[in-house]
């Protein structure tokens, strides 16, 4: 996976560092609204991790978001999201 930094597509002022396949991409401050939702169900421990990581992260608020949205993800995306965290928490 290639990445680098693109402008966000919707202030066009920060810049997020993200998959260059990835076309709409938005940094964190255009996303917290949503991502500030209270997360529901069975997955609302995995998410229960430090603001830092979503802020450093376009992956992990992605997954988050779909989450609210359509209330479930496929054990790909779970496991995903579980490795990036794991791999961060060991970076620090
Ligand atoms: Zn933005």
Known sequence: MVRCKQR????????????????????YDCQKNELSKEVK?????????????????????DIKIKYL??????DKQIEAFKRVVKEMKEKK
């Not at 597509?9 to 998959?19: F, G, I, Q």
């Not at 995995?46 to 992956?59: A, C, G, P, T």
């Open 8 to 27: 966000c597509w919707r202030c066009k002022k920060n810049y997020v560092l993200a998959d260059s396949r990835q076309r709409f991409v938005l940094c």
């Open 41 to 61: 169900g069975k997955l609302k421990k995995m998410f229960d991790i430090s603001e830092e990581f979503y802020k450093e992260n376009i992956f992990l608020r």
């Open 69 to 74: 949205r359509f209330g479930e993800l496929s």
